[in-house]
Structure formats: structure tokens, C-alpha cells
């Protein structure tokens, strides 16, 4: 067991192109967020475990004897498979939540409690230690921020336990692990993921756990090798949606038009495929005409997610917007409202990136300057952290 106090973080994800046409078998093409959520974990003594979520004003501590029980009455079934709502329901009364349905905050807690638990379970006695968790992803953006989550809790829980690579080289700030450690993290976190929701793609784990990029199609999921890292803002409408209703609508107006919804779905595949083609161009022999592909691309699956059903208003208000100043944007994630990205290619004046950002937030939107194939989990010095992340680590 580490002795020292440890540093993660993990990004989270846009959908850069198939969102939607990848429940009907499509492409889709997922890119690490340079968001990140931020983990600190201090082992100590006190025979307790500590768990604090600023972001959602949750905090909860546990004496680890009691945690030992949970291990012995709930856990101890061999190896860890993906958890039943009838198994999530019971940690839940074990760990003296309230009855009903779980909120965010709970789920996060469930997911952490069964992650120490598991991971941990070689430990004796229990480890006592604080965590605190920090993001800069909003939650319930579409943007992965539970993934992250999950993923950092699996690297930090399994380098404390000495799993995994836990400490930094002499001399360096920051590292990753090999992809063999990578691999355990990913199966880790998507466990905590089933715990938060239940059935998961697997595709938002992934790309916070490894970064660049992923193509993924029908379950199976190729990272993309030599993507470029891509400047863009990413705004949220604060619109709120439901990605359940919205997969709901285009299944039903798809079985109401087949013979117009087929080509439609057809035509965002071969997007997020030339999408694919040309990036791979970019990370080879960049040029600058390739950026005015990608921005055609924008355009265009913009309009097909506007005809298969899920833009809205505040998006098209948004795209509007950024037009105005030369900028090209479409919706990521479910859509209805949510996020988008817009693509900021290079030598643009930075005054009229300026512009964009102020006319977005004048409309009400949230809007982060950023880049996307972002590094994915990462172990980290305090030196290598900025001030804020650090401050508000310490401040709890």
C-alpha cells in the first residue's frame, strides 16, 4: 500500500461525428476533451475513508470496519462482474443510503464504495484514506464527467493498492501507464460506469482512459492512431434533454420514413468515415485546406441531425452565432438542446475567437476554449497542476 498521497486526472469526450447513427450500426467518432476531472487521494491512519464530490456538494465518510462487513456480507463473490440493479440497491441500504431512486450524488458514492471494495479486497485490514474529486466537466453535459469519474477513482484505487504504477519517475511531472495497466483501469471504471448507469456503451471509459480518439461501431471500439489535437469551444446551451427520449424519437421516425431515415444515417456514416480519412491526412502531411473539409463536415451533419430529429432551437441559435464570425459548429452528444463544438482552426485571430466566446455567453450559453485528442489518464506532481485544480483539491 502507497504511503504518499497521489494525483490523477482523466479527461472527458466529445462526439465529433455518428452521434446517433451509431445505435443503428453506424461509425461514430469519439475525441478526448481536454476538460478533466481531478482526483487526490491521501492514505492515512484514522481507520476512516473519506470521500469528497464539491462539484455535486457531496461528501460521506466511512469507518472501514464497517466497510470490511460489506466486503464479507455483499463482495465476497470471487471476481468482480458488472453489478445488478438488485446488487446496487443492496449496497445501497448497506451503506445507509436513503430508499427510492438513487440521485447523481448517490450513484457516485455507490460507484466509489463498490470500486474500494473490490479493488482494495486484498488489503487487510481496508486502507484508510481521504479522497477528493474535482472536474471541470458539468454534469449532465454529455461530456463523459461520470466516465472520468470512474476512471479516476480505478487508477487511484489501483496504484494505492500497488496494482498498477503508482509513482513518478525522479524528474518528471506527470506520466501514463502501459497498456497493459491502461487495460485494467478500463475494466475497472467501466465496472463503476454499470454501477452509474446501468447498461454503458463502454465508448466514454475508453476515451478517458486512453485519449485521442476512438472510432466505434456496433461494440466494437479501435482507438485511432497519429490523430492531430484540434483547438475548438465548446459550448453548453444548459438546455436540459433527455438522450433517452431522443435515441426514442429517432428509432420511431426511422420505422415511420425508413426510405428517407436509412439514407440520412447512411450519409452521417460516410461522414464520420471521411472525417476519419482526413484526420489520419492531418496527422501525416497537415495542410491547411484539410480544416476546410473538416468544417464542411460540420456543416453538413449538422443538417442531418437537424432532419433526423434532434437539433433545437438554442443550437440553432448557437450555430447562427458562431457563423457570424466565420465559425462552423454542430451539436455533440444526444442533442435536443446539450452541447456543441465548434472548430477553431489554425491562425485564427484570437480577437475573433473573442468575439464568438462573448456573443455565446451573451446568449446565456457556458462556453470553454479547449482542445480535443487530449491526453488520457494521467498520474500527476502538484507542480504540474494549475492553481485552481490545486486549490480546489485543497480546499475541502
Not at 26 to 48: M, Q, S, W, Y
Amino acid at each position: 500500500m502507497l504511503t504518499e498521497a497521489l494525483l490523477v486526472s482523466a479527461p472527458g469526450k466529445v462526439i465529433l461525428h455518428g452521434e446517433h447513427a451509431v445505435v443503428h450500426g453506424k461509425v461514430a467518432l469519439a475525441e478526448a476533451l481536454n476538460l478533466r476531472t481531478f482526483l487526490r487521494i491521501k492514505p492515512h491512519k484514522d481507520g476512516k475513508v473519506r470521500l469528497s464530490l464539491p462539484n455535486i456538494g457531496a461528501q460521506r465518510d466511512w469507518d472501514v470496519s464497517k466497510l470490511q462487513l460489506l466486503q464479507a456480507a455483499f463482495l465476497d463473490s470471487g471476481e468482480p462482474t458488472a453489478p445488478t440493479p438488485e446488487q446496487v440497491e443492496k449496497l445501497k441500504v448497506f451503506a445507509g443510503f436513503p430508499t427510492g431512486p438513487p440521485d447523481s450524488r448517490v450513484l457516485a458514492m455507490l460507484a466509489f464504495l463498490y470500486l474500494y471494495s473490490f479493488i482494495c479486497r486484498k488489503q487487510r485490514p481496508l486502507p484508510s484514506m481521504d479522497i477528493v474529486v474535482w472536474s471541470e466537466l458539468p454534469t449532465g453535459a454529455g461530456l463523459g464527467s461520470s466516465a472520468a469519474y470512474s476512471v479516476c477513482l480505478a487508477a487511484a484505487l489501483l496504484a494505492s493498492c500497488e496494482e498498477i504504477t503508482g509513482r513518478l519517475k525522479e524528474g518528471t511531472t506527470s506520466a501514463g501507464w502501459t497498456e497493459e495497466e491502461l487495460n485494467l483501469i478500463n475494466r475497472w471504471a467501466f465496472l463503476g460506469e454499470k454501477v452509474i448507469h446501468g447498461s454503458p456503451s463502454g465508448v466514454d471509459n475508453s476515451i478517458s482512459t486512453w485519449g485521442g480518439a476512438l472510432r466505434f461501431q456496433g461494440g466494437n471500439i479501435l482507438p485511432l492512431r497519429r490523430i492531430p489535437a484540434l483547438r475548438i469551444l465548446l459550448t453548453n446551451t444548459k438546455v436540459p434533454r433527455s438522450t433517452k427520449v431522443l435515441v426514442a424519437q429517432v428509432k420511431d421516425r426511422l420505422l415511420k420514413f425508413p426510405e428517407i431515415m436509412n439514407p440520412l444515417l447512411a450519409s452521417m456514416d460516410a461522414i464520420s468515415q471521411e472525417c476519419e480519412r482526413v484526420l489520419g491526412m492531418m496527422a501525416v502531411t497537415p495542410a491547411p485546406e484539410q480544416y476546410l473539409v473538416l468544417e464542411e463536415l460540420i456543416d453538413m451533419n449538422q443538417h442531418l441531425l437537424n432532419a433526423i430529429g434532434v437539433g433545437h432551437a438554442s443550437l440553432d441559435r448557437l450555430c447562427r452565432v458562431t457563423a457570424s464570425h466565420g465559425l462552423h459548429s454542430k451539436l455533440t452528444g444526444a442533442g435536443g438542446g446539450g452541447c456543441s463544438f465548434t472548430l477553431l482552426r489554425p491562425g485564427l485571430e484570437q480577437s475573433v475567437v473573442e468575439a464568438a466566446k462573448q456573443a455565446l455567453i451573451d446568449c446565456g450559453f457556458e462556453c470553454w476554449e479547449t482542445i480535443i485528442g487530449a491526453p488520457g489518464v494521467s498520474l500527476h506532481s502538484a507542480s504540474s497542476l494549475k492553481a485552481d485544480v490545486l486549490q480546489a483539491l485543497n480546499s475541502v
